[in-house]
Nanobody
């Protein structure tokens, strides 16, 4: 059974940083691409960042230069380092690898 468990969300002031983690189990982690999505209230779920099995990364234009996705295959974990956070980054952040995690709330105050 595939499980994705996100953590690291919270309340932060604008300009601050958070690091999200997603621990994945039930699959061969190292051969899978992993994605982070986010969903703000009343809005659709949008792709934020993507990391391939080979470590190549891509980002939504809105987070380029501020967010960094990385992975640790030894720990079956993917990270999302978020710097210079803005109020518009407020959302529930989800990890995705064929299945969805439960999400972690990120709230950025102005």
């Amino acid at each position: 059974q595939v499980q994705l468990v996100e953590s690291g969300g919270g309340l932060v002031q604008a300009g601050g940083s958070l690091r999200l983690s997603c621990v994945v189990s039930g699959i061969i982690f190292s051969i899978n691409d992993i994605r982070w999505y986010r969903q703000a209230p009343g809005k659709q779920r949008d792709l934020v960042a993507h990391i391939t099995s080979g470590g190549n990364t891509s980002y939504a234009d809105s987070v380029k230069g501020r967010f960094t996705i990385s992975r640790d295959n030894a720990k079956n974990t993917v990270y999302l380092q978020m710097n210079n956070l803005k109020p518009e980054d407020t959302a529930v952040y989800y990890c995705y690898c064929r299945y969805w995690g439960q999400g972690t709330q990120v709230t950025v105050s102005s």
